[in-house]
């Protein structure tokens, strides 16, 4: 597609569950981000995917947080035993490069942990 | 780490008026973005600035990166541009390629 993508657009989960978040950034774009917004924290970085480099994962908040990257496209996030402090809007934004760093970000994920 | 703020935090505009929101960060950057969150909660890019100005229809951004501050212009605005604007940096020389962002500046135009 010509932007990028994020699914499912909503997720309502119950608190302990684990769930997954998909990310599709844009064609030929080798880096990509994930951040999260909520109302408390504002939007912060989670993780970042520069093509075949280890991901930088300092932005992640705890080890329930972890994400992975297929064959340099597609991402996946994924969280464990969900905890209410989770609830939030999650980001993905890709760029062409480190160099060429202006981000375009998806519509977001809003996460809900009953 | 770098720090980034917006002012003013809430603005509330007639339509048709202009305005200027600001952006100070606390250290050299090499990417300042500015985007426009729509109430349906997308981030649109407005302009990749971390140098210079640069225009587009209404909208005009300036980044002066010596004094460490980016000015977003809104002329003659509309209803549509409520919502709230975002600024977020990279820190020059940084290891990471995210983005901080500020804390954003809430516009409401009202008609």
């Known amino acids: 597609g010509a932007g990028v993508s994020q699914s499912p657009s909503n997720k309502v989960t119950e608190k302990g569950k684990d769930v997954e978040l998909r990310c599709d950034p844009i064609s030929g774009h080798t880096a990509l981000y994930w951040y999260r917004q909520s109302l408390g924290q504002g939007l912060e970085f989670l993780i970042y995917f520069q093509g075949n480099s280890a991901p930088d994962k300092s932005g992640l908040p705890s080890d329930r947080f972890s994400a992975e990257r297929t064959g340099g496209s597609v991402s996946t996030l994924t969280i464990q035993r969900t905890q209410q402090e989770d609830s939030a809007v999650y980001l993905c934004?890709?760029?062409?490069?480190?160099?060429?760093?202006?981000?375009?970000f998806g519509p977001g994920t809003r996460l809900t942990v009953l | 780490g770098i720090q980034v703020e917006q002012s003013p935090p809430d603005l509330i505009l007639q339509e048709g008026a202009n305005s200027t929101l600001r952006c100070n960060f606390s250290d050299s950057v090499n990417n300042l973005q500015w985007f426009h969150q729509n109430p349906w909660g997308q981030l649109i890019n407005l302009f990749y600035i971390p140098s210079g100005t640069k225009q587009n229809g209404r909208l005009s951004a300036t980044t002066v990166a010596t004094e460490r501050y980016s000015l977003l212009y809104i002329s003659s605005s509309q209803t549509t541009d409520s919502g709230v604007y975002f600024c977020a940096v990279r820190a020059y020389g940084g290891s990471q390629g995210n983005l901080i962002f500020g804390k954003g500046t809430k516009l409401s135009v009202k008609p």
């Open positions: 934004a890709s760029s062409l490069s480190t160099a060429n760093n202006e981000q375009f």
